[in-house]
């Protein structure tokens, strides 16, 4: 298997994420599409473990899993404040701290 | 290697296609499903490649967990079930104008630096035994950090969404 296999697979979903993240107006829609970019970090990390036949690219994915699964946790209770305040969670209307 | 090969076009077609459904569905636990798809095609890459701690723990942690996070908020954030407009902001053209660009760069950047690099093709399925002493060896600190990091996370998720 080639390299650039995984890494272009990574790229795709990174694209998409950010396609997601900046088009999408639903809060939660935003934080799976955040989701969709730590995967393709993952990938990245994985396929150049792999390459480089070192355990670190291990590791530091199962860094990111940890890190992003605190994230979701603090961004859907923000999402739920959000929610609890305005009765809405477009990302559109959350403009108040705008200069 | 051939089959190798099949089955990481089975699982590229399904991450991107689950990935664009993710983007484009009106219907918000349509979407979380989709986002199982992705999960499990990215973990199934892990373990084609003999990652399979991380495969199974991306299997465990993201599809056992965060997804029924995200459904949870779902519900907690009363989000209609079913086809619901709005979801996409109606300058979606501007999100086309940067992913779109921007995969352009990534895709010439990769193929022009690791054009023909091939993964080693003996690559053994590294024993998870190895995978923990890396853990608790030389990234014991790190480690440690991410514990104390994860406790803070959820503390500070508690306080944010307790009632007053």
Redesign the interface.
């Known amino acids: 298997m080639l390299l650039n296999q995984f890494l272009l697979l990574g790229a795709v979903l990174f694209s998409i994420g950010v396609y997601g993240v900046l088009v999408r107006r639903n809060g939660v829609l935003v934080l799976m599409s955040i989701e969709l970019i730590l995967n393709a970090v993952n990938i990245n990390l994985i396929a150049f473990g792999a390459y480089n036949e070192s355990l670190s690219g291990q590791v530091f994915a199962l860094f990111v899993i940890a890190v992003a699964a605190a994230e979701v946790g603090v961004g859907l209770a923000i999402v739920l404040l959000l929610y609890r305040n305005r009765q809405n969670i477009d990302l559109d209307d959350v403009s108040s701290m705008r200069g | ?1 051939i089959a ?2 099949i089955a ?1 076009g089975i ?2 077609a399904s ?2 296609f689950g ?2 459904k ?2 484009t569905t009106r219907n ?1 636990v349509h ?2 499903l989709w ?1 199982v798809v ?2 499990a095609s ?1 973990g199934a ?2 373990l ?4 399979e ?2 495969g199974v ?2 299997f465990l ?2 599809i056992g ?2 997804v029924v ?2 459904l ?3 519900m ?4 209609p079930i079913g086809k619901l407009g ?4 109606a300058r ?1 053209w ?3 104008v ?3 660009p ?2 352009a760069l ?2 010439y950047a ?2 022009d630096a ?8 003996d ?1 053994l399925p ?1 024993r998870t035994a ?2 923990s002493d ?2 608790f060896g ?2 014991l600190i ?2 440690e950090v ?1 514990g104390l ?2 406790t803070a ?2 503390t ?3 306080v ?2 307790r009632k007053e």
Not at chain 2, 48 to 51: E, H, I, Q
Not at chain 2, 76 to 79: F, I
């Open positions: 290697m190798q090969n990481f699982i590229a991450a991107t990935a664009l993710l983007v918000v979407a979380a986002l992705v999960l990215v890459s892990f084609l490649v003999g990652a701690f991380v723990t991306q942690v993201y967990a965060v996070l995200f949870f908020g779902t907690l954030t009363r989000a709005g979801l996409t902001s979606w501007v999100g086309l940067v992913a779109v921007l995969f990534l895709a990769l193929l690791f054009g023909d690099e091939e993964l080693p093709s690559a590294q190895d995978v890396s853990i030389t990234y790190p480690f991410m990091l994860l996370a959820l500070g998720a508690i944010l969404a």
